[in-house]
């Protein structure tokens, strides 16, 4: 019983230590330089078409095929599929579809590395993705912010 009193009596000192430099850290954070670099694509022509105008046709087409279903409660988020359009296309128009007539402020995306391995997880430094469509801007004070402190 004295070993459990004596470990939280050392957690209870530590915890203002630990929240003194989780706001070091997050001061910190606001002064990143944020990259001015835009990530090109990787896959453009390949999985999709690289054209702006195949593949807004190819998009239109998919989710011409498919049905919006009636959702029963408030979308919050999606899983889809992002194999070649050749490949689950029809997958990720059935949920794309689900989007029609909403309006949403932030968009978060989640990938994987198909190129490196490495435990954990990371967070590329652009300033926006380049697409067959255009420039999709990247709100970097959420992203180096706010979500990483999740506040």
Known sequence: MKKIFSILFILLLLIPFLISNINLFAEELKEINYS???????????????????????????????EKEELKG????????????????????????????????????????????????????YQSYQTPLGEVKVDNDLVFGDLILMK
Do not use: C, M, W
């Open 74 to 125: 408030e979308l919050i988020g999606l899983i889809v599929p992002h194999a070649g359009y050749d490949y689950s296309g029809e997958i990720a128009a059935y949920a794309y579809k689900q989007l029609e007539g909403k309006n949403f402020n932030t968009v978060i995306l989640i990938g994987e590395s198909h190129y490196h391995r490495f435990p954990g997880a990371s967070i590329g430094n």
């Open 36 to 66: 001015k670099e835009i990530r090109k694509p990787a896959v453009s022509g390949i999985f999709y078409p690289g054209s702006a105008e195949e593949l807004k046709e190819k998009i239109d087409n998919l989710l011409n095929k498919v």
